[in-house]
């Protein structure tokens, strides 16, 4: 169960921080700018996660998730300088990094004792959160509140996990398969506009 969490912690951490880099590249910050959306965006979810579940933020307990954050800031600032970079790659990116996370913040609440409810609603935290913190550093409303089906795919997606396992599913394929589900299924919201309802007031 650790290795299986340890290697989708450092994949969501990755593809996260891409994230932020293509969302600060696409505001022009500069490579200082640039790393420290990408850290946020990477390492802001479980960070917020797991001071809550009081519990060691897990980058500070193993650096590697650091580094990884920081390199693959880096990799995309000077591979954006020298191939053309669509902007729809933002999105997909994000969608990843929804998942992964997604899956890894329900797998540590639920290793740590969290009720499966809570620990659903933490994976989806792990997985929007540093979305969110991104979007207000660039001065932007979050994705989350206005793109479809985005912590919507990700609390759906966290509790087929938690059924999964408790159906003794092995955890590793139980987290390929509901990942996937979750990118796809984000992307398809995407391409075809599926969202939820938005809040208006009756008009007279």
Same mark, same amino acid.
């Given at each position: 169960?650790?290795?299986?969490?340890?290697?989708?912690?450092?994949?969501? =951490?990755?593809?996260?921080?891409?994230?932020? @880099?293509?969302?600060?590249?696409?505001?022009?910050?500069?490579?200082? +700018?640039?790393?420290?959306?990408?850290? #946020?965006?990477? *390492?802001?979810?479980?960070?917020?996660?797991?001071?809550?579940?009081?519990?060691?933020?897990?980058?500070? !307990?193993? $650096?590697?998730?650091?580094?990884?954050?920081?390199?693959?800031?880096?990799?995309?600032?000077?591979?954006?300088? *020298?191939?053309? @970079?669509?902007?729809?790659?933002?999105?997909?990116?994000?969608?990843?990094?929804?998942?992964?996370?997604?899956?890894?913040?329900?797998?540590?609440?639920?290793?740590? +004792?969290?009720?499966? *409810?809570?620990?659903?609603?933490?994976? =989806?935290?792990?997985?929007?959160? +540093?979305?969110?913190? !991104?979007?207000?550093?660039?001065?932007?409303?979050? @994705? @989350?509140?206005?793109?479809?089906?985005?912590? #919507?795919?990700?609390?759906?997606?966290?509790?087929?996990?938690?059924?999964?396992?408790?159906?003794?599913?092995?955890? #590793? $394929?139980?987290?390929?398969? =509901?990942? =996937?589900?979750?990118?796809?299924?984000?992307?398809?919201?995407? !391409?075809?506009?599926?969202?939820?309802?938005?809040?208006?007031?009756?008009?007279?």
């Amino acid at each position: 169960m650790l290795g299986t969490l340890y290697w989708i912690t450092l994949l969501a =951490v990755v593809v996260s921080s891409a994230s932020g @880099v293509l969302k600060a590249g696409f505001m022009k910050f500069d490579l200082f +700018g640039v790393i420290i959306i990408a850290i #946020t965006t990477g *390492l802001g979810g479980g960070s917020l996660r797991d001071m809550l579940l009081d519990r060691e933020v897990f980058w500070i !307990r193993d $650096q590697m998730f650091f580094i990884a954050s920081l390199g693959s800031a880096i990799a995309i600032f000077i591979a954006a300088r *020298l191939l053309a @970079v669509p902007p729809k790659l933002f999105l997909v990116a994000d969608a990843a990094g929804l998942a992964t996370f997604a899956i890894a913040g329900t797998l540590v609440s639920l290793m740590v +004792g969290a009720p499966p *409810l809570v620990a659903s609603f933490m994976g =989806v935290m792990t997985g929007t959160m +540093g979305g969110i913190f !991104r979007d207000l550093l660039c001065g932007e409303p979050p @994705v @989350v509140f206005l793109s479809p089906l985005y912590a #919507t795919v990700s609390w759906g997606g966290s509790l087929i996990f938690i059924a999964l396992i408790y159906f003794n599913m092995d955890i #590793t $394929q139980a987290a390929i398969i =509901v990942g =996937v589900g979750i990118f796809m299924a984000r992307l398809l919201a995407i !391409r075809y506009n599926i969202c939820l309802p938005r809040f208006r007031f009756k008009t007279k």
